[in-house]
């Protein structure tokens, strides 16, 4: 596992924080100090709780359990993305659907029925509909795909949930609490950390910034699934 130094989580800007007028009081611990009216993020503490967070990861696919990823700002969405499928997690990155954790057996629902509508799609059984039918089919399929085309491989609720820019997901946040599901949150100087159980303070929307929290994940997780093979 290998953590990133100060010096590259500094040239990721993972230090710069919200205006001043923007932050949140639960914040106060990780933040250094502040310039030019933005509050600076005490990158020791990062460097640590990101160790953390990644150790926690790292026993969590020991045990073959499941990481949900979520995140759905235009930043982080199509990374995140790629993150989930190259570690091979389930993912949210278009919206949140309400009910997602709280009312999951919803949720399986749905995603039985795109994963048999692709598959008919796939094998042709589709074919022996009219063209108009046919059209309805790919319209429900694009629909579902949006959906829950992320949690195909999510057959019970997750067992810990990656979250990145807690304000933009709240909701998320509430379902996780009230399922007693631990949550992995990226934290700018903005949020409530409260109801996270490994906070890593940090800037949430440099693209730098997410290349290399995601970049360091992806390998923890690489590397743990090659030992254990």
């Not at 094998?123 to 022996?128: D, I, M, P, Q």
């Not at 997750?158 to 946040?173: C, R, S, Y």
Request: hydrophobic fraction near 40%; proline fraction near 3%.
């Amino acid at each position: 596992m290998t953590i990133p130094s100060l010096e590259t989580m500094l040239k990721a800007g993972m230090h710069f924080g919200h205006q001043t007028s923007r932050w949140h009081p639960k914040m106060k611990p990780y933040i250094h100090t502040k310039k030019n009216g933005i509050y600076i993020i005490d990158l020791v503490k990062t460097q640590k709780l990101l160790g953390e967070a990644l150790e926690f990861i790292n026993k969590i696919v020991l045990e073959n359990k499941t990481i949900l990823f979520v995140g759905t700002k235009s930043q982080v969405k199509n990374k995140l993305k790629e993150l989930a499928i190259d570690i091979e997690m389930p993912y949210v990155h278009e919206k949140w659907l309400g009910g997602t954790l709280t009312n999951f057996s919803v949720i399986k629902k749905l995603i039985k029925k795109y994963k048999d509508l692709t598959e008919q799609k796939k094998t042709g059984k589709l074919a022996r509909y009219t063209k108009k039918e046919q059209l309805n089919f790919d319209r429900e399929i694009k629909k579902l795909e949006f959906k829950v085309g992320g949690l195909i491989n999510l057959q019970k609720l997750p067992d810990v949930i990656f979250i990145w820019d807690l304000k933009k997901e709240v909701t998320a946040i509430k379902e996780a609490k009230l399922k007693n599901i631990p949550v992995i949150g990226v934290c700018d100087t903005n949020v409530n950390p409260d109801n996270v159980k490994y906070v890593i303070p940090s800037n949430d929307d440099a693209i730098k910034t997410i290349e290399l929290v995601f970049d360091t994940i992806k390998k923890t997780v690489l590397k743990v699934k090659k030992d254990k093979k």
